[in-house]
């Protein structure tokens, strides 16, 4: 298997414009995580679905994140409208049958100027 | 509700020297354990973790670390480190009773190995 894939790796853009990261699990995972890193903040879990079904999203900062996952093997994080203090590195994760470990993709450098 | 604290944002160390990244965590049940590393420019990866049996685990490159319950900790010990072992390590738990098995992870200690 590849792994989680993400895209894209890198994403600079302006002010208030929309922004789209794409995330594919590993095939057989049924939950699925998005993740933000920032120097400032760490590592925050913004929203995870199990079964292609939102489950706790109070994890995202406000009305301009949404996250979708609309079958299986795809999910996107949307911003709209972007803001420079969303810039952070976002990752995606999933796993499958409980053994304790997330597996991340390389995560999107998103940087809005 | 679970919390993790690492104690140190960073520990600078020379080659071949070793080290101990400091992992503290708070639960009223029982948990899990783990500890994930994160390379420059990629994402974090299991290192190891603790789900039950001998309290002292290792990893497949000389890292290990011990649950002690009655601490409360999950140190992470390597007696010999090197140049490759630079990233930044997180500590994470999660709790026997949490139906998603949630990971809760520490702020990360960005080991810092020098020549």
Not at chain 1, 3 to 27: A, D, F, N, W, Y
Not at chain 2, 17 to 30: F, G, H, I, T, W
Not at chain 2, 34 to 62: A, D, H, M, R
Request: charged share 20%; proline share 5%; with cysteine.
């Amino acid at each position: 298997d590849a792994g989680v894939i993400q895209s894209p790796r890198h994403e600079v853009t302006e002010m208030g414009q929309e922004v789209t990261l794409r995330c594919k699990p590993i095939s057989g995972h049924d939950y699925l995580f998005w993740y933000r890193q920032t120097m400032m903040r760490g590592l925050e879990l913004l929203i995870y679905f199990n079964n292609n079904v939102p489950i706790d999203d109070s994890g995202m900062p406000e009305d301009r994140f949404s996250a979708k996952m609309p079958n299986a093997s795809f999910s996107t994080l949307k911003i709209q409208p972007s803001e420079p203090r969303d810039s952070a590195v976002y990752f995606c994760a999933s796993r499958g049958v409980y053994t304790g470990e997330l597996f991340f993709g390389e995560g999107s450098r998103l940087t809005v100027l | 509700a679970q919390s993790v604290t690492q104690l140190d944002s960073q520990v600078p160390v020379f080659e071949e020297a070793p080290v101990e990244l400091r992992c503290n965590y708070s639960s009223s049940v029982s948990v899990y354990l783990f500890w994930y590393v994160q390379y420059p420019n990629q994402g974090l990866q299991l290192l190891l973790k603790y789900l039950s049996g001998s309290t002292l685990v290792e990893s497949i490159n000389g890292f290990e670390a011990e649950f002690n319950k009655s601490q409360t900790s999950f140190h992470l010990r390597k007696p010999s480190v090197h140049i490759s072992d630079t990233a930044e390590y997180f500590c994470a738990v999660s709790e026997y009773d949490n139906a998603g098995n949630m990971l809760t992870f520490g702020g990360g200690t960005r080991l810092m190995v020098k020549p």
